[in-house]
């Protein structure tokens, strides 16, 4: 080998030599930051999840007390339609009552217009 093979392998021992000696093996490694972002927004993510307002407790709760005023509107409005119902019958009722008084009134008019 001449000087230039033996020269190019000492500079890169000597590179080499000087990585290993920058490495401290006593120092702690750069933390992964990637893998450290990630275990950040997972526990964001389960803090939110966790929270006592996304509480499996808490929501049965709260579906439960909306379930109870549901319940209670359906009724008052079962009662409105009901009130409603009996009123579209008294005024049919009402209509057919007049009607009749007004076919009364009519052969009541024809008879007085005929004897006149």
Same mark, same amino acid.
Request: hydrophobic share 35%; proline share 5%; aromatic share 4%.
């Given at each position: ?8 392998? =000492?500079?890169?021992?000597?590179? $080499? ?42 929501? $049965? ?12 509107? =359906?009724?008052? $409005? ?35 217009? $005929?004897?006149?």
């Amino acid at each position: 080998c001449d000087d230039e093979c033996s020269g190019l392998l =000492i500079s890169d021992m000597d590179r $080499l030599y000087r990585i290993i000696t920058e490495v401290t093996l006593s120092s702690p490694l750069p933390p992964p930051y990637k893998m450290l972002y990630r275990f950040e927004n997972m526990t964001e993510e389960l803090k939110h999840m966790l929270s006592p307002q996304k509480a499996p407790e808490r929501l $049965l709760q709260l579906a439960d007390s909306n379930l109870g005023s549901l319940v209670i509107e =359906i009724d008052q $409005l079962h009662s409105r339609a009901t009130k409603v119902s009996a009123d579209g019958e008294q005024v049919e009722d009402d209509a057919d009552r007049i009607h009749k008084r007004a076919q009364e009134l009519e052969q009541f008019v024809l008879a007085t217009l $005929l004897g006149a």
